[in-house]
Antibody
Framework: EVQLVESGGGLVKPGGSLRLSCAAS????????MNWVRQAPGKGLEWVSS????????YYADSVKGRFTISRDNAKNSLYLQMNSLRAEDTAVYYC????????????WGQGTTVTVSS | QAGLTQPPSVSKGLRQTATLTCTGN????????AAWLQQHQGHPPKLLSY???NRPSGISERFSASRSGNTASLTITGLQPEDEADYYC???????????FGGGTKLTVL
C-alpha cells in the first residue's frame, strides 16, 4: 500500500524549532519529488516547500524562506522539514505529499501532523 | 505568492451538476494546467484530476475537468451527499517556481 506518514508535530513556543518527518512506503520514493503543504485551522491549503527526487532542486514559499529547510534521505525513504524561528502564523496541520512531476499534481498525501506555535 | 481564484461556495441539489472554476494566469493554469483536490472535513486532500482531465485510478467518471485559457473547471455530475466537501485547484507556477493553490470552494449538496 502506498503510504506517507508524518510525525514530529507538537506545541512549541514562538521562536522555537521543530523537525517534521515523513516516512514513505509502498512506492519508489527516489522517483518522486516531495512536498510539504500546510493548512491553518479553518483555512485553505498553502504550499510550503518542494524537493526534487535527487534533491537537486529545492523551493520554498516566501512565508518560510530562510526559516524552514526541506531535505530527504532516499536510502531511508524519508522526507524532513526543519522549522526554525517559528511564529504563531505557522500553526497548521502539515502534510507531506508526493508528485511525479509538476504536471501530475500531488497524488498521495499523508494524514498530516499538527504544529501549534503558542506561548 | 499569488494564488489561484476560486469561488468560496457553490450549492446544488442532489443529482444535479456542479461546475467549479479556478482562475490563474499564463504562468500556472494556462501553462501546465490545473489539478483538482477534494477534501472532506478532518481528512487529507485527495487528488481528483491532474493536467486538466486526467483522473487517477479509482476516481469516479462523475468528476471531469477542463481548461479554457487561464481558467480551469471541475464538473461533478449526478451530485451525491458524499460529494459535499471542499475542492481546491492547484498548479505549478513556472514564473514563481512554486506551487499555487486556490482558496478552495465549499460545495454544498442540498
Amino acid at each position: 500500500e502506498v503510504q506517507l506518514v508524518e510525525s514530529g508535530g507538537g506545541l512549541v513556543k514562538p521562536g522555537g524549532s521543530l523537525r517534521l518527518s515523513c516516512a514513505a512506503s509502498g512506492f519508489t520514493f527516489s522517483s518522486y519529488s516531495m512536498n510539504w503543504v500546510r493548512q491553518a485551522p479553518g483555512k485553505g491549503l498553502e504550499w510550503v516547500s518542494s524537493i526534487s527526487s535527487s534533491s537537486s532542486y529545492i523551493y520554498y514559499a516566501d512565508s518560510v524562506k530562510g526559516r524552514f529547510t526541506i531535505s530527504r534521505d532516499n536510502a531511508k525513504n524519508s522526507l524532513y522539514l526543519q522549522m526554525n524561528s517559528l511564529r504563531a502564523e505557522d500553526t497548521a496541520v502539515y502534510y507531506c505529499a508526493r508528485a511525479l512531476s509538476t504536471i501530475h499534481g500531488m497524488d498521495v498525501w499523508g494524514q498530516g501532523t499538527t504544529v501549534t506555535v503558542s506561548s | 505568492q499569488a494564488g489561484l481564484t476560486q469561488p468560496p461556495s457553490v450549492s446544488k441539489g442532489l443529482r444535479q451538476t456542479a461546475t467549479l472554476t479556478c482562475t490563474g494566469n499564463s504562468n500556472n493554469v494556462g501553462n501546465q494546467g490545473a489539478a483538482w483536490l477534494q477534501q472532506h472535513q478532518g481528512h487529507p486532500p485527495k487528488l481528483l484530476s491532474y493536467r486538466n482531465n486526467n483522473r487517477p485510478s479509482g476516481i469516479s467518471e462523475r468528476f471531469s475537468a477542463s481548461r479554457s485559457g487561464n481558467t480551469a473547471s471541475l464538473t461533478i455530475t449526478g451530485l451525491q451527499p458524499e460529494d459535499e466537501a471542499d475542492y481546491y485547484c492547484s498548479a505549478w507556477d513556472s514564473s514563481l517556481s512554486a506551487w499555487v493553490f486556490g482558496g478552495g470552494t465549499k460545495l454544498t449538496v442540498l
